[in-house]
Structure formats: structure tokens, C-alpha cells
């Protein structure tokens, strides 16, 4: 072999060395992502399980089945207020049943209805 094809061998060789870093790389991020996203799971559910009675801790994961965004709201809400200090123990299930119905009346909507009669054509002068 002459040094040229020779260098031409090595030159391809590194490039696909190369490309195989990159992609393992690239693998290698997103795995250690994952574990991470997979860590802070275990610990949301760990905190929970040390916030919650296990009747409670069944009627958060039925909300969350049911409703996911006002579940996740929930769990975010109790997280927060065992990090301040704000729960003094366990809650059970009344506590979080009671913890719900403050969060529906604060995310209640009011609707109003508005019938405007000249659009509708419903005038009194036209019957006669």
C-alpha cells in the first residue's frame, strides 16, 4: 500500500469513529435525561406518599386519571406547601377532599348569557 491510500484508509476510519461518538453522544444525553426526569419523578411520588394517607393517595391518582392538568395541579400545590412546612402531618382523605373543593371554587368560571332581542328579530311590534 502506498501512503497516500494509506492516509486516505485512516482519514475515513476517523471520520466514522467519529460520527459513532457523536451519535452515542447524542444517545447518551438524552438517556441521562430520561434518568433525571425519572429521578424527580420518584421524588415528587416519595414526598407524596410521606404528605398523603394511602385513602388520599388513591383519590389523588383517581383525579389524576380522571382530570390529569387539575391532578398535576394538586400534587404541585401539596408539594409546595410540604416543602414551606405548611402540612403539619398526614392528610387524609377528608383533608384533601376539603384541599379540592377550595381549588374548584377558585378555578370556577362564572358564565353570562347575554340575548340580545333586535338580533333575534323577537321585537313586540311585529305581532300586531
Same mark, same amino acid.
Do not use: W, Y
Given at each position: 500500500?502506498?501512503?497516500? +491510500?494509506?492516509? &486516505?484508509?485512516?482519514?475515513q476510519? /476517523?471520520? @466514522?469513529?467519529?460520527?459513532?461518538?457523536?451519535?452515542?453522544? %447524542? &444517545?447518551? *444525553?438524552?438517556?441521562?435525561?430520561? +434518568?433525571?426526569?425519572?429521578? !424527580?419523578?420518584?421524588?415528587?411520588?416519595? !414526598?407524596? $406518599? *410521606?404528605?398523603?394517607?394511602?385513602? &388520599?393517595? &388513591?383519590?389523588?391518582?383517581t383525579?389524576?386519571?380522571?382530570?390529569? +392538568?387539575? %391532578?398535576?395541579?394538586?400534587?404541585?400545590?401539596?408539594?409546595?406547601?410540604? *416543602?414551606? %412546612?405548611?402540612?403539619?402531618?398526614? /392528610?387524609?382523605?377528608?383533608?384533601? !377532599?376539603?384541599?379540592?373543593?377550595?381549588?374548584? *371554587? @377558585?378555578?370556577?368560571? $362564572? $358564565? $353570562?348569557?347575554?340575548?340580545?332581542?333586535?338580533?333575534?328579530a323577537?321585537?313586540?311590534?311585529?305581532?300586531?
Open positions: 500500500m502506498s501512503d497516500p +491510500e494509506l492516509e &486516505a484508509i485512516r482519514q476510519r /476517523l471520520t @466514522q469513529l467519529q460520527s459513532q461518538f457523536k451519535g452515542n453522544d %447524542g &444517545a447518551n *444525553q438524552q438517556q441521562a435525561a430520561e +434518568e433525571k426526569r425519572q429521578q !424527580i419523578e420518584e421524588m415528587r411520588h416519595s !414526598i407524596l $406518599t *410521606q404528605v398523603l394517607d394511602q385513602s &388520599a393517595r &388513591a383519590r389523588l391518582n383525579l389524576c386519571l380522571g382530570k390529569p +392538568e387539575k %391532578g398535576k395541579m394538586v400534587e404541585e400545590m401539596l408539594l409546595n406547601m410540604a *416543602q414551606r %412546612g405548611q402540612l403539619p402531618g398526614k /392528610l387524609g382523605e377528608k383533608e384533601l !377532599i376539603g384541599l379540592l373543593e377550595s381549588v374548584n *371554587q @377558585q378555578t370556577r368560571r $362564572t $358564565t $353570562t348569557v347575554k340575548f340580545d332581542r333586535r338580533r333575534a323577537l321585537d313586540s311590534d311585529d305581532e300586531l
